[in-house]
């Protein structure tokens, strides 16, 4: 069954590949020898079952993506209080690389900006270049999952051009808003956004920040669940830069963009997503990895505001009401994430029954994407000399006027589904 949410995943990517707009980042001149062609989707399941379509092994800087975990890291180490004396948490509406600071306090006015995330770097606890950096590369690895790596071509190529942010930098310091030497600062944050990562890393990151701060891979709490908050709403703000209105509105997740062509995106408790596509809009955003994220939160109900209940799908019970036949009572909201766990669990199971009968007679809501998932659920199975019979007494999954088409699968009560799987198992 899990095919069947791969085959989504794949669609999305595929009718963007022909999107061409944009271009490769060339103020650093070793990112302009990327591959304007690759392009990879990782999708993460909140219990870190990745979904991967196309370039997902190919190694990209995670350059601005970077900012959101040092900003967790900084409130971890130091606290929030701490964090809040030296970078605000407002939107700014001006580009990543502004030079500017809050008119009153004098200090970075978010994290997701080049000054903010500058400061950030300054705030991590440590007596030396090395030991600064070690420790937010390690936890930028435990929020992976596995041990991460710096592409020194690209930190050489960021140290000889990072003129701008040396400028901010000095900047910072001129006001009292930067703790520590600015070259040395300069040198971590260089560092910082050289680090090689892939889709799936980014979207087990990004599983690590939906789960709380606990890496659904390993087991490990990275960090803690207030940390993560804050870090996600200053994502939902500011993470886009100048495009976050519009982003929030279309898509409807905390995000965050790196001029390496990757964008990093969270559902709260669901999924995380990783996306790579190195050609950018003016605004310094992947222009395909924009639109899948658009497809994706459109085609899937992803929109924050959309899954504003407690879980998208519960799996209320599951047993065997006859030998071969199991029964998956659901309730809640039928959505995309939902329902791949509960596709998922069935999958697992299939050599535990004959019939799998789906019982959404408790179910509140469900969406288009959905719905596609639990009609397909019948043919993958059947592919494995299975069956899949649906109770469906509101028309949750298939609708009245379609009943007919699906005679004998579809049931008004589970005593019926039961009843009709105990004949298939006699006859």
Known sequence: MAALVQQ?????RAEQISLRDGALASYIPELAKADPEGFGLTLSASDGYVYESGDTAVEFTIQSISKPFT???ALDQIGQDAVDARIGVEPTG???NEISVDNVTKTPKNPMINAGAIAAVSLIPGDSVGERFERILEFYSECAGRRLDIDMDVYASEKATGNRNRAIAYMLTSFGALTGDPDEVLDVYFRQCSIKVTTTDLARMAATLARGGLNPLTGRQVTDANVIRRTLSVMVTCGMYDATGDWVS??????KSGVGGGIVAVLPGQLGIGVYSPRLDSRGNSVRGVQ???SLSAQLG???LTV???SSATLRAVFDPSPRVRVYEIQGDLLFAGVEQVLRTAERDRDDYDVAVLDVTRVNDINDAARGML????ASLAGGDKEAYLVDPEGWVVRADRREDYRGIVFRTLDEAVDAARQLEIG
């Open 94 to 96: 001006e580009a990543f």
């Open 292 to 294: 899948v994220c658009r």
């Open 375 to 378: 009609i397909g659920l019948r």
């Open 302 to 304: 992803l929109h924050f």
């Open 8 to 12: 989504y995943v794949d669609r999305i």
């Open 71 to 73: 900003y967790a890291l």
């Open 250 to 255: 279309a898509v409807g997740l905390p995000a």
């Open 308 to 310: 504003s209940r407690e």
